[in-house]
């Protein structure tokens, strides 16, 4: 008798909540799941590379080398980037997509749960194996998160390899989560559900899955042929034998321009959704915003040798690639504009999902004035591989994709786990991060303009003043996001926070405000209706 | 070089920093001392205007939105949510804006780009870390005769500042080296840029020159330099571990001074030729060639090797203890590795006469306790090339 009873709660589980214990995790093909344990693995990443920045500032903080060897300062400096981009970011973004879009779209879950679920595991994995390349002989990686030739290749560190099949399973990841999207957004949205009438993240998420898939084999090619050169006599690279080192930045390039907008396209959509909710007026010129994402992600592919200006290009090809850059400040400016024009005559308040949804309008519009410069090929002969550079990337991504990214929890955690964070506590974190973010990435444009260049350990005491402040910067906004991990854990796991509403914010829209708080394990099992 | 600020008001956030800065910060970019460098800090000077002026008004805007349609002021949000003249019109003014920007950029980038009509020609050559120069001719005649390393004169102690050692710092720390590049003023000078081992950016700010030093490929740029002058610049692409420890130093003379530059340098390379050959003649006792043999090996090997000999296995091995610096049978292989190299280890033939080869073998044989006794001599060295 109780063995029957033992076996209905099983299957009652089965069908009505998650499996206890650490296989739930490992076997889970929920979207919910997979998208928590994707975000918890993205700020797991955050941290770990956060702290390779501030080996890196601490190195910087005065004139001279204090703490590190200029050999380790360069795995700092590849690892930061690495564990940034494909560690911290990405995944973030992926896991946003898997527990917005079902519940945004109409649907139960994923089209593809259990390569979902692969997708998510092979990360762990393969940043297990970057990681553990600091305990080698020769050390980490040590040639630059853009690995040029033939620096990576004839003169690559022995866990060179090791970093050539980490990239090549972080792809696989990666066109995996972008094939589930898409499968995903095209054959499971709820009846009525045209795509002119998706959420503007679930738009900018098909967008980038789509970049995903284009770009992402390109970056495995690169690899791979770097790993032929480096072991089975092959010259791709080499002039030697009748390849070029300027090549693997084409190919490199083409990868990681359109990457770029991978990292900012989904912080679109959720400035896109977070506006008009606190503005309480709908999204000004949502048809444009579309067509704007589209036309940046068609530019994307076509401006990759701007980040090559110096490297001995013929004149038509500066010409030809400074103006499509130029060209994408049209779109977004677009966007902006578009973003403005909500707020106008809105009736707003400034919860933390909006002040970080305003925060990155503001900060990444002024990465993007530094984009327009630096697109100006004879002004980039300047500013190119300088701290300028340095501060425009870190503009339209830490205000961009992270601030994007935290607005976003911020905005949707009270409907992932049924509980309200503290209001008080999330605005310190806000003020405490725009001051420390300015503080750390503006000096830097002075810096550069100055004549300080990238990836180097030490500096001319000329740049001392701007390096100190940029370091006081960066300790504080690593603190400030221990902060954002407490406020977590306590509106999660604190057990006091208060019960969210269904609605949660007064100016939402969309389906996912129509399920209840937490948002039941399933989402939608019968489809919403859609007028 | 001057040292005044360079203004730029659209930076209103530099007032911010300046009651922390020196009197020496320099906040914007240099206008440099050649047209093409004016021309690119106009450029960037018309970008950051504009950028200002786009940036007070559309934050201006939204920080009115801010403060008049906020809850507390403004509690009946409006409906409109698309305007397609508005949409149009801010579409087609930034394409105008561009194209503005965009005409100058064109024109500055054609003029950049033109290395036609070159009174001279340098040949830049880049390796890791270090720069050689090689004078290809001037005005027609053949100047290929003059060629010479350039490698950064602070010394490592002064950088290298770890267990809490502090060490003064000069204005051009890391910013000097032992023998700048000397160029006439008024000259255009061509400049043929390339690497013997990764890619290498050569940077001189004052003339807006960035050009990428590829090996395998020759890359072309071009100053004339308005002002005579000493300008420092660094390597800007991540070339290794001493990337940050390879500048360039530029002199501009007026051509008259470059002239006798010329003559001076030809007799002091005759002379030292003369002196490098009565060095190889002469037997040098075991004191001579260690002190000899310390002072190259702390300039040219201490940066891969360390100055304990130690290395930083495996990218760059030990010597001390090694065979090859111990076992008696080797010292031939140890003369070639350090004249032709191997791997990632340079030759340094072409770089160091047969005096200071031989003296820093002796110096590896004999120190970090490898106690060999061998005395190598010069013309061991010289029997060897």
């Given at each position: 008798m109780s063995a029957v009873i033992h076996e209905h709660d099983h299957h009652h589980d089965d069908h009505h909540g998650p499996a206890k214990g650490l296989t739930r995790w490992l076997y889970t093909t929920n979207h919910k799941d997979i998208g928590s344990l994707y975000l918890w693995f993205a700020f797991t990443m955050f941290l770990i590379g956060g702290l390779f920045a501030l080996v890196i500032r601490a190195e910087l903080f005065i004139p001279g080398l204090q703490l590190v060897k200029p050999e380790f300062f360069n795995q700092m400096t590849t690892l930061h980037g690495l564990v940034m981009v494909f560690g911290a970011v990405m995944p973030a973004f992926t896991g946003l997509a898997n527990w917005l879009i079902p519940m945004m779209i109409g649907a139960p879950d994923m089209a593809l749960p259990r390569m979902n679920n692969w997708s998510f595991w092979i990360l762990p994995v393969a940043f297990g194996m970057l990681l553990s390349s600091l305990f080698m002989d020769g050390g980490a990686p040590n040639f630059g998160w853009t690995f040029y030739a033939p620096l990576s290749t004839k003169f690559g560190p022995p866990s060179t390899d090791y970093f050539i099949f980490g990239v090549h399973l972080m792809g696989i990841s990666s066109i995996m989560g972008a094939i589930n999207v898409i499968v995903t957004v095209m054959n499971m949205r709820a009846p009525g559900m045209t795509y002119m009438k998706m959420p503007l993240f679930v738009w900018t998420w098909l967008i980038t899955a789509f970049l995903l898939i284009m770009v992402m084999p390109v970056l495995a090619g690169a690899v791979t042929m770097m790993l032929t050169d480096r072991h089975f006599g092959t010259s791709f690279f080499d002039a030697a034998g009748g390849g070029d080192p300027v090549m693997f930045q084409h190919v490199f390039w083409f990868f990681g321009h359109p990457e770029v907008y991978i990292m900012i396209l989904p912080s679109f959509g959720i400035a896109s959704a977070i506006i008009p909710t606190f503005a309480r007026k709908p999204l000004f010129g949502y048809a444009s915003m579309v067509y704007a994402t589209a036309s940046i992600a068609g530019l994307s592919f076509i401006v990759w040798a701007h980040h090559m200006f110096?490297?001995?290009?013929?004149l038509a090809g500066e010409l030809f690639f400074m103006i499509c850059t130029m060209l994408i400040a049209v779109p977004t400016g677009v966007k902006v504009f578009n973003w403005v024009a909500t707020m106008w005559q809105g009736s707003m308040t400034f919860e933390a999902p909006m002040l970080f949804a305003i925060a990155f309008v503001i900060l990444f519009t002024i990465g993007g004035f530094s984009g327009i410069m630096l697109a100006l090929a004879p002004a980039d002969f300047q500013y190119h591989d300088t701290y300028f550079v340095v501060a425009h990337f870190h503009y339209v991504l830490f205000p961009g994709a992270i601030f994007g990214t935290i607005a976003a929890v911020y905005y949707w955690l009270p409907k992932w786990c049924g509980r309200m964070y503290s209001e008080k506590l999330a605005k310190i974190h806000f003020w405490w991060s725009i001051i420390a973010v300015n503080l750390t990435f503006f000096p830097m444009h002075f810096s550069g303009l100055a004549g300080m260049q990238r990836r180097v350990p030490d500096y001319a005491i000329q740049f001392a003043d701007f390096n100190m402040l940029s370091s006081i910067g960066a300790f504080g906004l690593g603190i400030g996001q221990l902060f954002f991990f407490y406020i977590l854990w306590k509106t999660i796991w604190g057990g006091k926070a208060p019960k969210a509403t269904a609605?949660?914010?007064?100016g939402a829209e969309g389906l996912e405000w129509t399920l209840p708080s937490p948002a039941p394990y399933h989402s939608f099992t019968e489809p919403p209706v859609v007028k | 070089m001057s040292k005044q600020w360079y203004k730029s008001g659209a930076w209103l956030a530099a007032m911010l920093f300046s009651a922390g800065a020196g009197a020496e910060t320099q906040f914007n970019m240099t206008p440099g001392v050649t047209d093409n460098a004016h021309r690119a800090y106009d450029l960037h000077m018309a970008a950051v205007w504009i950028c200002g002026i786009i940036g007070a008004v559309v934050f201006g805007a939204m920080f009115y939105s801010i403060v008049k349609h906020r809850k507390s002021v403004h509690p009946k949000p409006a409906h409109f949510h698309e305007n397609t003249l508005v949409e149009i019109v801010w579409t087609v003014i930034p394409v105008l804006i561009l194209l503005g920007l965009a005409i100058p950029a064109v024109k500055t980038l054609v003029a950049m780009e033109d290395t036609r009509d070159a009174d001279m020609t340098v040949m830049v050559t880049g390796s890791q870390w270090k720069w050689h120069y090689k004078y290809v001719d001037a005005d027609g005649k053949d100047l290929s005769d003059i060629g010479f390393y350039s490698l950064l004169s602070t010394p490592r102690d002064t950088f290298e500042n770890y267990g809490g050692k502090t060490t003064e710092k000069s204005e051009t720390y890391l910013k000097e080296v032992d023998k700048p590049l000397v160029i006439p003023t008024g000259k255009k000078v061509r400049f043929l840029v390339t690497s013997e081992d990764v890619i290498h950016s050569w940077w001189v700010p004052a003339f807006a020159v960035k050009k990428d030093a590829v090996p395998g490929f020759i890359n072309e740029t071009w100053t004339k330099v308005n002002e005579a002058g000493v300008y420092r610049g660094v390597c800007a692409e991540l070339c290794g571990k001493d990337h940050g420890f390879m500048p360039v130093v530029v002199k501009a003379v007026s051509p008259e001074e470059f002239q006798t530059w010329v003559a001076d340098t030809r007799t002091a390379m005759a002379e030292a030729k003369k002196a490098a050959e009565a060095d190889v003649d002469r037997v040098w006792a075991m004191d001579e060639l260690m002190k000899k043999g310390e002072e190259v090996y702390l300039k040219n090997c201490s940066a891969c090797h360390q100055a304990t000999g130690a290395g930083m296995p495996p990218t760059f091995p030990a010597l001390a203890g090694s065979k090859i610096a111990t076992d008696k049978a080797q010292i031939p292989d140890h003369i070639g590795r350090v004249l032709k190299g191997k791997g990632a280890m340079p030759a340094f033939g072409a770089m160091l006469s047969d005096m200071e080869i031989a003296a820093v073998i002796t110096y590896e044989r004999n120190a970090f306790g490898n106690k060999t006794g061998d005395a190598v001599q010069p013309k061991d060295v010289k029997a060897a090339r």
């Open positions: 110096t490297t001995g290009m013929p609605q949660v914010w007064e | -």
